[in-house]
């Protein structure tokens, strides 16, 4: 009786993953899901197959579900429509909230239905004990047989949980439940007085501003979160996920951040290989509706061991509520595991974000220093302008307000706060992430190239900007030679204040030379700094232009 009350209550089954052999399974790195070969039959290499019961079953409570968010999202007009009409009635009510208990009634009398289904199923029954299993107990083995199972990750046991590092326990310098330290913005209107009158103005409209936000605003900001498009991805992420278990023998964990989301991560490793470049961790933050399954991840793949997150919009899966905040909490408990669990130091591993992804990798090259590089490909350096440009004008105080207080993607900030190397890879037909021609050339660029603000002068920001505003990869070498740029002397130059006057940026150097000097160094740091992609916002990048940044 127990067993079938665990199938009625137990998660969805996916897939159940094939045999591979002995050669490629994992190194073992201790406490985390590792895939290995399980007694099972070699005929469960497919993706599990339901006996009808459970798969009809299964059939109506998803359409009910799908049903159930197409109301969620539509309520507010429902509710307009409902009191327009009158039928907000107490006399109109009752009826109604008759039909809607008969109609729970019935679908939890379908989900028993389906629990039956799965206890007459020796797979899922199988399963189910090995799922309480290690619940009770994670220990190695429970842990390796149940990653051999794809399935509904809310019932997925907490790999690691953000207060497991020892440093952290009893520390007032880490996290907190309310979460991580964020950059906060300046106050709109700096020297005035926060009398009570002014606060009683202003409630309205951050009142307004909270409602959009928490409504329309993080649907916008985080298409992936919405549960109809995830649902529509659901085959292609299963077939993507399975690819990273069963060819790139790739781990999957579940992590808890200081606000209680869980995170979703897949580790590949190859610290057992030959390959010089699989000795760094490439940390993959997605981009908008971007999932590990299917998404940046491919582009490090091939050589370095990435370890893909897929927060519900962007490769960590945030299981809850994504804003800014969340994001940057996920992305804290990520870095641990990978520092504390994974067993690599900060200096080996690199961050790779792609366009939204771009914040949370910002905020970790902000939050921890001494990590190896950042690579952003297609992110921006503010929310507001990208905000303005699909919002109507009459809107202009509302959204700039909205962002700023809710939804602040401040990355241009947070990296102006990291010392080490970054590389900005710019999609030169980009749709997304531009709002004019010219925007194409105020980028995340900037934020790095400030480290030299005396070669960023008048003379080195002009004939910077001419290179950005180049067309085509012809143009641009023709203005690099135009200015006869001597790479060996800019290096020479570079490396000679730094032994001087050591790395920390800002430098002055370029501060007596003259204008000529200026330019050739501003081209030749712009070139270092800044690779373009000739593509659109949304096309993957190629493995080979995945490179590490330049540093001296």
């Known amino acids: 009786m127990a067993k079938l009350l665990s199938c009625v209550l137990g998660p969805r089954l996916y897939k159940i993953y094939r045999e591979r052999d002995s050669e490629r399974a994992a190194s073992g790195v201790p406490g985390t899901p590792t895939s290995v070969t399980t007694a099972s039959s070699s005929s469960w290499d497919?993706?599990?197959?339901?006996?009808?019961?459970?798969?009809?079953?299964?059939?109506?409570?998803?359409?009910?579900?799908?049903?159930?968010?197409?109301?969620?999202?539509?309520?507010?007009?429902?509710?307009?429509?409902l009191?327009?009409?009158?039928?907000?009635?107490?006399?109109?009510?009752?009826?109604?909230?008759?039909?809607?208990?008969?109609?729970?009634?019935?679908?939890?009398?379908?989900?028993?239905?389906?629990?039956?289904?799965?206890?007459?199923?020796?797979?899922?029954?199988?399963?189910?004990?090995?799922?309480?299993?290690?619940?009770?107990?994670?220990?190695?083995?429970?842990?390796?047989?149940?990653?051999?199972?794809?399935?509904d990750f809310r019932s997925w046991p907490v790999d690691f949980h953000w207060e497991e590092p020892s440093s952290r326990k009893g520390s007032r310098g880490g996290p907190s439940r309310r979460g991580v330290a964020l950059l906060r913005p300046e106050?709109?209107?700096?020297?005035?007085?926060?009398?009570?009158?002014?606060?009683?103005?202003?409630?309205?409209?951050?009142?307004?501003?909270?409602?959009?936000?928490?409504?329309?605003?993080?649907?916008?900001?985080?298409?992936?979160?919405?549960?109809?498009?995830?649902?529509?991805?659901m085959p292609v992420l299963l077939q993507g996920q399975a690819r990273l278990v069963e060819e790139c023998n790739g781990r999957r964990a579940k992590l808890l951040a200081c606000d209680g989301n869980e995170i979703d991560t897949m580790f590949v490793d190859r610290r057992g290989t030959a390959e010089p470049q699989g000795q760094k961790l490439v940390i993959c933050c997605e981009?908008?509706?971007?999932?590990?399954?299917?998404?940046?991840?491919?582009?490090?793949?091939?050589?370095?061991?990435?370890?893909?997150?897929?927060?519900?919009?962007?490769?960590?899966?945030?299981?809850?509520?994504p804003f800014p905040q969340n994001e940057a909490n996920a992305m804290d408990v990520v870095v641990q595991?990978?520092?504390?669990?994974?067993?690599?130091?900060?200096?080996?591993?690199?961050?790779?974000?792609?366009?939204?992804?771009?914040?949370?990798?910002?905020?970790?090259?902000?939050?921890?220093?001494?990590?190896?590089?950042?690579i952003l490909d297609a992110s921006f350096d503010d929310l507001v302008p990208l905000a303005l440009k699909v919002m109507p004008d009459s809107w202009r105080g509302l959204v700039t307000r909205t962002v700023r207080q809710h939804l602040n993607l401040n990355n241009a900030e947070q990296l102006c706060r990291y010392q080490g190397p970054v590389l900005l890879i710019r999609r030169t037909k980009d749709e997304i992430i531009t709002t004019t021609r010219e925007e194409l050339v105020l980028t995340l660029a900037w934020c790095s190239l400030r480290r030299y603000p005396r070669v960023m002068a008048e003379e080195g920001l002009r004939v910077v900007r001419q290179w950005l505003e180049a067309s085509s990869q012809l143009e641009e070498a023709s203005i690099y030679s135009r200015w006869e740029v001597e790479e060996d002397w800019c290096l020479s130059v570079l490396r000679s204040y730094q032994a001087?006057?050591?790395?920390?940026?800002?430098?002055?150097?370029?501060?007596?030379?003259?204008?000529?000097?200026?330019?050739?160094?501003?081209?030749?740091?712009?070139?270092?700094?800044?690779?373009?992609?000739?593509?659109?916002?949304?096309?993957?990048?190629?493995?080979?232009?995945?490179?590490?940044?330049?540093?001296?």
């Open 287 to 321: 981009g908008n509706a971007g999932f590990y399954e299917v998404g940046c991840v491919s582009t490090p793949l091939e050589g370095q061991r990435p370890l893909g997150l897929t927060h519900s919009s962007l490769p960590f899966l945030l299981q809850g509520v």
């Open 337 to 374: 595991f990978a520092i504390h669990r994974l067993g690599f130091q900060p200096q080996d591993i690199i961050i790779y974000a792609w366009s939204i992804g771009g914040f949370t990798a910002t905020w970790a090259a902000m939050s921890y220093p001494d990590i190896s590089a950042v």
């Open 83 to 151: 009191y327009r009409k009158g039928y907000l009635s107490l006399s109109k009510v009752v009826p109604f909230s008759h039909y809607a208990g008969t109609l729970l009634l019935l679908l939890a009398g379908v989900a028993c239905l389906r629990g039956i289904g799965r206890w007459t199923n020796p797979q899922y029954r199988h399963f189910i004990t090995i799922l309480e299993a290690a619940h009770r107990n994670q220990s190695a083995e429970n842990k390796r047989q149940l990653a051999n199972y794809n399935f």
């Open 500 to 552: 001087e006057h050591g790395p920390e940026f800002p430098w002055s150097v370029g501060e007596d030379m003259s204008a000529d000097g200026r330019r050739q160094l501003a081209l030749f740091l712009a070139q270092k700094h800044l690779h373009n992609f000739e593509a659109t916002h949304c096309t993957p990048l190629p493995a080979p232009n995945f490179q590490m940044p330049w540093h001296l």
């Open 187 to 233: 106050p709109l209107h700096r020297g005035t007085a926060d009398t009570l009158l002014n606060r009683v103005k202003k409630l309205p409209c951050q009142i307004t501003s909270y409602l959009v936000a928490h409504t329309l605003g993080r649907r916008m900001l985080y298409p992936g979160s919405v549960y109809l498009l995830q649902k529509a991805l």
């Open 46 to 81: 497919t993706y599990y197959q339901p006996r009808a019961l459970e798969k009809h079953a299964d059939s109506i409570l998803a359409l009910a579900s799908v049903f159930w968010s197409i109301s969620y999202y539509s309520s507010p007009f429902a509710f307009f429509y």
